[in-house]
């Protein structure tokens, strides 16, 4: 298993879970990843679960403070890393009933290189595509997954590199 600190974008491995968001300072919020599905932890409150058999498609993330500001999906510096400072949204479309949900997350101290954001995006939109976002719920597959992806240039990439990476990982992660 990969050691804590471990990470790809806002995708972080603290307290042996992964999990989108700073789960290491008090009173943030922050979604983790677990074996029944992902979780939105908030301040002063239990928080809430989605299973995994209700995540359908639309999987992607947004930066900003509102989830409703979706101008700031693609914020990038022109070194390649996630502009802005206000947190981020992992925006999904759930199934029965049929409804759009956004699980806040607050962005760590360090910053995040667009490509990573944009590979974890990726990686979570082929899980689901392939209808095995469960996936995510097994943290050894998540290492192995996040392995793979860490790392490489931080260059401008295309849609089609980015499914390559995650096809790629996929493959990895599952030992074929």
């Known amino acids: 298993m990969v050691e804590d600190g471990t990470s790809l974008g806002p995708l972080e491995l603290a307290g042996g879970h992964w999990a989108v968001g700073d789960a290491s300072r008090p009173g943030t919020h922050w979604v983790e990843f677990r ?6 932890h908030e301040p002063d ?16 993330l947004t930066w900003g403070k509102h989830s409703w500001n979706t101008n700031t999906r693609g914020m990038y510096t022109l070194k390649g890393m996630v502009a802005g400072r206000d947190g981020g949204w992992m925006h999904l479309t759930l199934r029965h009933p049929y409804e759009d949900q956004q699980l806040r997350f607050d962005q760590h101290e360090r910053p995040y290189r667009a490509v990573d954001a944009l590979r974890l995006e990726s990686l979570m939109r082929q899980l689901v595509d392939e209808g095995k976002l469960r996936l995510l719920g097994d943290p050894e597959w998540v290492d192995r997954a996040v392995a793979h992806l860490t790392g490489g240039k931080n260059s401008w990439i295309t849609n089609r590199a980015l499914r390559r990476v995650a096809t790629e990982a996929i493959a990895a992660a599952s030992g074929r």
């Open 45 to 60: 409150s239990g928080g809430r679960s989605i299973p995994w058999s209700r995540v359908m498609t639309g999987i992607r």
């Open 35 to 40: 074996p029944d599905g992902l979780h939105q």
